[in-house]
């Protein structure tokens, strides 16, 4: 079991930046690819960033690609989403999401753990 908690969102003005945190218990977080989604009112949850259980490899989703960067550090269970150049319609609840893989994952059916989500708002 994995549990993964979520933080670093907040209301910011267009054109901020902010920085996603989200910590896994457990002791084989090296073992898991991880994934950051997100969700906007009446919306489907949507990919943003992917990253391989080892950090070797990322996968953005083309609307954040260039302004969002995906990385992990194993040894403080820890995955991070560097948020640049924020947009109003990246106003979103952000999940972070584990699953038992090696390879960078993007569907949400293939995740085996999600955490609660912190929310993203961005001004205009």
């Known amino acids: 079991q994995v549990q993964l908690v979520e933080s670093g969102g907040g209301l910011v003005q267009a054109g901020d930046s902010l920085r996603l945190s989200c910590v896994a218990s457990g002791r084989t977080f090296g073992s898991y690819a991880m994934g950051w989604f997100r969700q906007a009112p009446g919306k489907e949850r949507e990919f943003v960033a992917a990253i391989s259980n080892r950090g070797a490899n990322t996968y953005y989703a083309d609307s954040v690609k260039g302004r969002f960067t995906i990385s992990r550090d194993n040894a403080k269970n820890t995955v991070y989403l560097q948020m640049n150049s924020l947009k109003p319609e990246d106003t979103a609840v952000y999940y972070c999401?584990?699953?038992?893989?090696?390879?960078?994952?993007?569907?949400?059916?293939?995740?085996?753990?999600w955490g609660q989500g912190t929310q993203v708002t961005v001004s205009s």
């Open positions: 999401a584990a699953d038992y893989t090696i390879g960078v994952v993007t569907t949400p059916e293939q995740y085996d753990y």
